[in-house]
Nanobody, 126 residues
Framework: VQLQASGGGLVQEGGSLKLSCATS????????IGWFRQAPGKEREGVSA????????YYTDSVKGRFTISRDAAKNTVYLQMNSLGPEDTAVYYC????????????????????WGQGTLVTVSS
C-alpha cells in the first residue's frame, strides 16, 4: 500500500491549491481516504475524508465550504481542492488510508488510519 501526496506550495491569502494523493497497491473502493494536516507546533488533525466507494465525505468545521474532497477511481487518486486559503491553513498535509466497511464518516482519528503518505507543505502568506 502506497500513498503519495503532492500539490503543495506557496500561495497568497485567499488563493487556491489542489492537492493530489496518488494511491497504489490496494483497491481504492475498499478504503476510506483522509487528508490530515500538521501545523508547526500543533498536533496532526483530520481535515477531510472520503468513504469507500466515494459515497460520503467528511470535513472538519474549519474547512467546510472552502475545501472539497473528491476522487478519480480510474486514476486511483484522491484530491483536495482548497479555496479561500488563509494563514491558518499553513501546514504539512498528509493523505492516509483506512480499510473500512463504513460508508459514513463521523470523525477522523489518526489511529484508525494504517497507511500514510509523505506530506506536502502548504504555505499561505498574508
Amino acid at each position: 500500500v502506497q500513498l503519495q501526496a503532492s500539490g503543495g506550495g506557496l500561495v497568497q491569502e485567499g488563493g487556491s491549491l489542489k492537492l493530489s494523493c496518488a494511491t497504489s497497491g490496494f483497491i481504492l473502493d475498499y478504503y476510506t481516504i483522509g487528508w490530515f494536516r500538521q501545523a508547526p507546533g500543533k498536533e496532526r488533525e483530520g481535515v477531510s475524508a472520503i468513504s469507500r466507494g466515494g459515497r460520503t465525505t467528511y470535513y472538519t468545521d474549519s474547512v467546510k465550504g472552502r475545501f472539497t474532497i473528491s476522487r478519480d477511481a480510474a486514476k486511483n487518486t484522491v484530491y483536495l481542492q482548497m479555496n479561500s486559503l488563509g494563514p491558518e491553513d499553513t501546514a504539512v498535509y498528509y493523505c492516509a488510508a483506512r480499510a473500512s466497511r463504513m460508508i459514513t464518516i463521523t470523525r477522523m482519528t489518526l489511529e484508525d488510519y494504517g497507511y500514510w503518505g509523505q506530506g506536502t507543505l502548504v504555505t499561505v502568506s498574508s
